[in-house]
């Protein structure tokens, strides 16, 4: 009977101590308010990929993706958080075409994860001249995620 609880002691300090390292090693979403407060006006695309990882996606490459995940969840992906904070403020960087559809100037790349979606438009010198932070929460978390989003990490 000893002998029996001690493997099962042991063998939930092996699971606790492994769902504890996977818990810290899991990648932490960079797309964050801390981030778009990093990202200043003038810098390149180059130095913002950096800061959040990966460069950012275009317009069409973005909407394509959207469009994807909805179909695949059967309902919009994100959940607007009532976050909104842009540089400078006032700024419109979406342009409808011909069709009434929302497009995007050329220069505007878009970041998105767990907690909001980042939005960068880039000038002709290939310099950010706006930056747009949208809280969202994403409606297809793993395990993992809830609970760091439940923990505040």
């Known amino acids: 009977m000893k002998r029996k609880l001690k493997w099962i002691g042991v063998s939930l300090v092996v699971l606790v101590l492994g769902f504890g390292t996977a818990l810290l090693l899991w990648p932490r979403d960079r797309i964050t308010v801390e ?9 390149t695309e180059e130095e913002v990929a950096e800061i959040l990882g990966a460069p950012g ?51 505007v790349r878009i970041w998105s994860g767990r907690r909001g979606l980042l939005l960068i438009e880039f000038d002709a010198r290939g310099l950010v001249a706006f930056k747009q932070f949208q809280g969202v929460r994403s409606k297809q978390l793993n395990a ?8 505040g990490w």
Not at 144 to 151: E, K, T, V
């Open 57 to 107: 996606l275009r317009w069409k490459e973005w909407s394509d993706q959207l469009v994807a995940m909805e179909m695949q969840i059967g309902k919009p992906p994100f959940i607007d958080t009532g976050t909104l904070l842009q540089v400078p403020k006032g700024h419109i960087w979406v342009f409808f075409s011909e069709l009434g559809k929302p497009e995007a100037k050329e220069g």
């Open 35 to 43: 981030s778009w407060q990093k990202i200043r006006i003038g810098m």
């Open 144 to 151: 993992i995620d809830r609970l760091r989003d439940w923990l």
